[in-house]
């Protein structure tokens, strides 16, 4: 049964995560009103035409869409045409282009070497530390993975580029995400879906909107202290942001991005990353190659730095080293003795999620805000433990 309620849920912030519950909530018969601070929709995935090449740009760094959930999968295919597509990156360094992830090409590469795949899991087992048993930090695990030369040449420079620390600092979950294979098999991901939405992220996430009972402010940052309104509140920006940053800030890493233009190809792949430490940027993004369906004769291809975020910067990644942890603590016991609010998403949970992720999030949280709706109690802070 649709529920009724008295006034309109607000909800801070127009990404992936409020708009699906936006969504969720709307079909459930609730209003909802959303308030996003930028003149967009669809936060950090969002993509738009570049009007000088026609092609459809990642604005904020690339986003490929992969996942495991059949669910989250079906939402996205309803809200977008999504077309194939495999992510494929390469990666140079000292001079020299390689294939990635680490795969059984990429060893072949490295150390010269003709191996089998069972001869490669050998060689590399021979040179990883094993004497790591449980592994602590980002390097750790990668010792204990691949040994020193591969962990040195791939992953050593580009992640202190990447996240301005010494991969000793850094959680073995960062490396996680990357396979290590002894195939040939180079798709950047495991999952099996994979995809990108034929008319870009920003029409998946207007269509998604798309509803009577939502209604999306733009350039209408949401103020905490002062709600334009009485309704319960999702908060899908910063954290820290909320409470006015009265603990103190949470570290974020932020992305610059420099765009060039030519004609035909630049680098006949979608992704370069550069691992060299010495090169300041991270990655190369060549934007046509999201979309192979289409046909471009010029080329729009971005630089990717990465910087410590100050005051005014887009935060992208959380960087959850030993002191952001202690002062998320303090910040997620002052969430929980908040009433009215709910905290989702990357930025208000504080953790380094996938789009996926965020969705499949996203409906769980709506479906705690329609229970306590009906149960007349009042919906909790995380749905999801920011912690960990
Ligand atoms: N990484 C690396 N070298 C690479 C690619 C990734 O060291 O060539 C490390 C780096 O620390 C990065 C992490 O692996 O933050 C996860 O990589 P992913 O491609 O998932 O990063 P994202 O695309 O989310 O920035």
Redesign the pocket.
């Known amino acids: 049964m649709p529920i009724t309620p008295v006034e309109p849920v607000l909800i801070a912030g127009a990404g992936l995560s409020g708009s699906v519950i936006a969504r969720e909530l709307a079909e459930a018969g609730l209003n909802v009103r959303i308030f996003e601070a930028r003149n967009h929709i669809a936060g950090n995935c969002h993509t738009a035409r570049d009007p000088e090449t026609g092609v459809m740009v990642h604005h904020y760094?690339?986003h490929i869409f992969h996942t495991g959930n059949g669910a989250v999968w079906s939402y996205v295919n309803r809200f977008a045409k999504m077309q194939p597509y495999r992510h494929s990156?390469r990666?140079t360094v000292g001079g020299r282009t390689y294939s990635?992830p680490v795969n059984l090409t990429t060893i072949n590469q490295f150390f010269g070497t003709n191996l089998t795949p069972k001869e490669a899991e050998a060689f590399v087992k021979a040179r990883a530390d094993q004497s790591i048993r449980d592994p602590e930090s980002?390097e750790d695990q990668a010792l204990a993975m691949m040994g020193p030369e591969l962990y040195k040449a791939?992953?050593k420079g580009?992640?202190q580029k990447?996240?301005g620390c010494d991969?000793r600092q850094?959680p073995t979950s960062?490396?996680k995400?990357?396979p290590l294979r002894f195939t040939a098999d180079d798709s950047?991901f495991n999952h099996p879906h994979q995809g990108l939405p034929d008319g870009g992220y920003t029409a998946m996430v207007a269509a998604i909107l798309d509803h009577p009972g939502i209604t999306v402010h733009l350039n209408t940052p949401l103020d905490p202290a002062n709600p334009p309104g009485r309704g319960h509140l999702i908060w899908s920006g910063p954290l820290d942001a909320y409470f006015g940053h009265r603990l103190g800030r949470l570290g974020y890493r932020t992305l610059k991005f420099e765009h060039h233009r030519t004609w035909g190809d630049f680098q006949g792949i979608p992704v370069m990353?550069y691992?060299d430490a010495d090169v300041p940027q991270t990655r190369i993004t060549e934007h046509k190659h999201f979309t192979p369906w289409e046909c471009h004769a010029r080329t729009i291809y971005t630089c990717e730095t990465s910087h410590a975020a100050g005051a005014g910067d887009i935060p992208y990644?959380p960087i959850r080293l030993v002191e952001e942890k202690a002062l998320l603590a303090g910040y997620v016991a002052k969430a929980g003795a908040e009433t009215g609010v709910t905290f989702v998403g990357r930025l208000g949970t504080y953790r380094?999620l996938d789009m996926d992720v965020c969705i499949a999030e996203a409906f769980d949280v709506a479906a705690a805000i329609l229970a306590a709706h009906k149960g007349g109690t009042a919906p909790p802070a995380f749905v999801h433990p920011p912690l960990g």
């Open positions: 760094g690339p990156v990666t990635l980002f791939f992953f580009y992640t990447q996240w991969p850094l960062i490396l995400r990357l950047y990353n691992g990644y380094y």
